[in-house]
């Protein structure tokens, strides 16, 4: 039962435009989203986050949205640049268990 | 400074063999975790320890087997690999064990079991 879900395998997006990253949930327990992000051969590394008392929260190109009702957060990155070609994986947690739950990544590809 | 680091990065082993993967990390966390990405791309939580104290245990076959020698090591020994062990292995630290800590991810270390 995967309760993140990133339904998207793959995104190409010009470069200087949106890219627009999406992530359902199913656990309403989920209270902290994070979005990572990963090279090849390399370890994912820490995006942004977003706490579930916030919709927005926005670091320099990077904006992360959450919308509750929908269990559904989405990253933005404005301008996209082609340095942000990766693979980015979003999860979710819930403070009673612990456990980060990731989803199977969205692979994003900037052609400059 | 390498944050989070494993040991091999690379491991090709036969069926049947015994192995360990290695972790240190250098932030003064208090967290360690051990997560599994397999051919379907999903990371999967297997372990994670906390001050040097078992707080995650997954469903994970008891082949595997975690140590934690002291805060900033933890280690992982698989017995009797099988094929289906082949994956690629992160280690990953936060500074405790709640959200909303973030975790820092070592680069992984690639097990191909043949």
């Known amino acids: 039962d995967q309760q993140v879900k990133q339904n998207s395998p793959s995104l190409s997006v010009q470069e200087g435009r949106i890219s627009i990253l999406n992530c359902d949930y199913t656990?309403?327990?989920?209270?902290?989203f994070l979005w990572y992000k990963k090279y090849p051969a390399e370890g994912p590394t820490f995006l942004i986050s977003?706490?579930?008392?916030?919709d927005k929260n926005e670091d320099g190109r990077f904006t992360v949205f959450l919308n509750k009702s929908a269990k559904h957060l989405s990253l933005h990155i404005v301008p996209s640049q082609p340095g942000d070609s990766a693979v980015y994986f979003c999860?979710?947690?819930?403070?009673?268990?612990?456990?980060?739950?990731f989803g199977t990544g969205t692979r994003l590809k900037v052609l400059a | 400074d390498t944050a989070v680091s494993q040991t091999p990065k690379y491991l090709v082993t036969q069926m049947g063999n015994d192995k360990s993967i290695k972790c240190e990390q250098n932030?003064?966390?208090?967290?360690m975790y051990w997560y599994k990405q397999d051919s379907k791309k999903f990371l999967k939580i297997m372990f994670s320890?906390?001050?040097?104290?078992?707080?995650i245990n997954e469903t994970v076959p008891n082949r595997f087997s975690p140590k934690s020698p002291d805060k900033a090591h933890l280690n992982l020994h698989i017995n009797s690999l099988e094929l289906g062990d082949s994956a690629v292995y992160f280690c990953?630290?936060?500074?405790?064990?709640?959200?909303?800590?973030?975790?820092?991810f070592g680069p992984g270390t690639r097990l191909t079991v043949l």
């Open positions: 999860a979710a947690s819930d403070k009673g268990t612990y456990k980060y739950i």
């Open positions: 320890y906390n001050n040097k104290e078992l707080i």
């Open positions: 977003i706490s579930s008392i916030k």
């Open positions: 990953a630290s936060s500074q405790g064990p709640s959200s909303p800590d973030t975790q820092y």
């Open positions: 656990n309403s327990m989920f209270d902290y």
């Open positions: 932030l003064g966390h208090d967290t």
